[in-house]
């Protein structure tokens, strides 16, 4: 019964653009050329440095030893660190789980709002692309956390979004910051710097 059916919209013959077609596979190429940067075997320092907010070598060497390690003393040091963050999200991508970084650092973008027509646009557009149930970067929040947020939405304030930033944050600190420490990643990001010195 479902053999008819092509096997994808893009096997469809209807509505087929040449030049958006096009456009999809450079798109996808690319996104296959980050994905692959991304891989099981891209767990490692130089596939950080591809993603680093700098060019790598530059930022590698402004990189100290000192501020690589004090990355281990708190989940929020690292969060402090401009190359923390750009760390921890390269390792969170190795794990698809880059969102909650994201909506975090969203949250921290939106606190610093002063005007109330733009506080009000920003905070919909952070529910509909975090929070909301099958959000396109849906985070992993619980139930009451998501409707609690809903409710403030009637009414957006800039601390509408601290329950669930709160829940996102504490999630991150206990589930992925141990396993980023522990990875061959950061390890070898502390090994490269530790090199730089001898």
Not at 10 to 35: F, H, I
């Amino acid at each position: 019964m479902w053999s008819s059916l092509p096997h994808s919209l893009s096997d469809s013959p209807v509505g087929r653009d040449p030049q958006a077609m096009r456009t999809g596979q450079r798109q996808n190429k690319g996104m296959r050329t980050r994905l692959g940067c991304l891989s099981h075997k891209s767990d490692s320092c130089s596939d950080f440095t591809a993603i680093l907010p700098d060019k790598p070598n530059r930022a590698l060497k402004r990189l100290s030893t000192e501020e690589a390690t004090r990355w281990a003393d708190s989940f929020d040091v690292l969060l402090s660190h401009k190359y923390g963050v750009a760390a921890f999200r390269a390792f969170l991508k190795t794990e698809f789980s880059e969102e909650n970084l994201e909506f975090w650092l969203a949250c921290e973008e939106f606190k610093k709002t002063r005007s109330t027509a733009k506080l009000v646009s920003k905070a919909h557009r952070i529910f509909e692309e975090f929070v909301d149930v099958q959000a396109p970067r849906e985070v992993n929040i619980d139930f009451q956390t998501r409707e609690a947020t809903r409710k403030n939405m009637q009414e957006p304030s800039l601390t509408c979004f601290d329950q669930a930033q709160g829940k996102v944050h504490s999630l991150m600190e206990k589930d992925s910051y141990p396993r980023f420490l522990r990875s061959k990643m950061y390890l070898d990001l502390l090994s490269q710097s530790q090199r730089r010195l001898s």
